[in-house]
């Protein structure tokens, strides 16, 4: 009888392997930066905490440091875009300019950048949304098919936003 066996995603081993490196969070981030750009591709890629509590939302990566400093925050106003990745865990896709300014009030910053379309990616733990992996590319780059493809790689950033900052 012949067994089949499935190859290791190499993309996803990498940022697996990442997590047990000393210099946390920064080798885990650049891996995930890394093998999501190879993966699905992005222009602009940050990862964002949540507080349910406040209500805001904390800038813990940035791929563009520039324009997009790590540190920053920002309050989520209630709406769709937060019922849906917020509250329910969903991933957001906009594929145009227009959809983006919908939604951002930061569209023209991410409009310079040649971005055009997002990806916001849920990290869930115990029914609740603690951060996001945010993709950003031009025009109609991303599809449902994204999303799944991004799922592996949000559930594996789930340790730097549980690990107390002194672990």
């Known amino acids: 009888m012949t067994r089949t066996r499935s190859k290791a995603d190499p993309l996803l081993c990498a940022v697996a392997a990442a997590q047990g490196r000393a210099d946390q969070p920064d080798a885990l981030f650049a891996a995930l930066d890394q093998a999501v750009k190879s993966a699905i591709g992005h222009k602009l890629f940050t990862i964002l905490t949540y507080d349910g509590n406040s209500g805001e939302a904390a800038r813990i990566y940035s791929n563009l440091p520039g324009p997009y400093p790590t540190g920053g925050r920002k309050r989520l106003a209630p709406g769709p875009w937060t019922e849906a990745v917020l509250d329910r865990g969903e991933a ?36 609740r949304t603690l951060g996001s992996l945010n993709l950003l590319h031009e025009a109609r780059w991303y599809g449902e098919d994204d999303v799944a493809a991004c799922l592996p790689f949000a559930q594996l950033t789930l340790p730097a936003l549980l690990a107390p900052a002194d672990l």
């Open 92 to 127: 957001y896709i906009g594929r145009t300019r227009d959809d983006l300014r919908s939604v951002f009030s930061d569209h023209e910053l991410i409009a310079s950048l040649g971005c055009e379309s997002v990806l916001n990616m849920p990290v869930r733990w115990r029914g």
